[in-house]
């Protein structure tokens, strides 16, 4: 057996998990968060090679998190939330310039809650687009509205290149392994909502505490 990044992606998977993010007081659980990313870069691994370099990025900064998260002080992870106040607390982030807490959970968060805009962005477009549609090109609409403003010129560069090969829209929505369009896009009109709520949440939660531009 593969590693969990290897097997087969599912949409339905991904949405589930999202749907546990959410805690009835509306903080956000770190576990499920996590799981989220996990689905999603099982997804990106099988698009293929090319999109190695970022899937690498986000599996580092999911386990960074699944560390805290099982750790000695796994308690003080169970939601974003009670890790802010945790890791602020306790002096644990650094707030302005890189330095002795250079893999804090807050600012490995924000790098992953960042990507979550352009997901939100991209699989809005992906939803209400029509058969013809590049793929392309609302992945990096998508990440010049959001992403990319994070982002130095060799990234963008390098990410604007992976974007070039992506499949087109009937195949990637095969990929998600749904069914038909019509189903898929039902499913993301599902999905997008969650995945705004989540975000939603957490950049306000960020923006209250002036954690938005964390090194
Ligand atoms: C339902 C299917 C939808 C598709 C799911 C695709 C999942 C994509 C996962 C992307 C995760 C990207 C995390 C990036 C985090 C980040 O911004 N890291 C940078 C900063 O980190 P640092 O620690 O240095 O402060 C880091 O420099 C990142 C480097 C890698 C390049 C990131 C390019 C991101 C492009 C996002 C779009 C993915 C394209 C997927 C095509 C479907």
């Known amino acids: 057996a593969g590693s969990q990044e290897d097997q087969k992606f599912c949409l339905q998977e991904v949405l589930?998990?999202?749907?546990?993010?959410?805690?009835?007081?509306k903080d956000?659980?770190?576990?499920?968060?996590v799981a989220g990313w996990r689905g999603l870069v099982k997804f990106l691994n099988s698009?293929?090679?090319?999109?190695g370099f970022i899937s690498k990025d986000a599996v580092n900064k999911i386990n960074i998190l699944v560390t805290y998260?099982?750790?000695?002080?796994?308690?003080?992870?169970?939601?974003?939330?009670?890790m802010v106040k945790y890791e602020l607390d306790n002096e644990l982030v650094d707030?302005?310039?890189?330095?002795?807490?250079?893999?804090s959970g807050c600012r490995t968060l924000l790098r992953l809650h960042r990507a979550l805009r352009w997901l939100e962005l991209f699989l809005e477009r992906l939803r209400t687009s029509s058969e013809d549609s590049k793929t392309s090109v609302m992945c990096s609409e998508a990440y010049n509205e959001s992403l990319s403003q994070h982002h130095p010129w060799v990234v963008r560069k390098a990410a604007g290149m992976a974007f070039c090969v992506l499949p087109g829209r009937p195949a990637f929505l095969e990929v998600m392994n749904v069914g038909p369009p019509e189903q898929v896009v039902a499913m993301l009109g599902e999905a997008v909502p969650l995945i705004s709520e989540v975000y939603q949440i957490t950049e306000e939660l960020y923006a209250q505490?002036?954690?938005l531009d964390l090194p």
């Open 28 to 33: 956000v659980y770190l576990e499920h968060y």
């Open 209 to 211: 505490q002036n954690l």
């Open 69 to 82: 998260l099982h750790g000695e002080n796994g308690s003080q992870y169970v939601t974003v939330q009670s």
């Open 95 to 103: 707030l302005t310039k890189r330095g002795s807490h250079p893999e």
């Open 16 to 25: 589930d998990t999202f749907k546990l993010c959410l805690s009835e007081k």
């Open 47 to 51: 698009l293929g090679s090319v999109f």
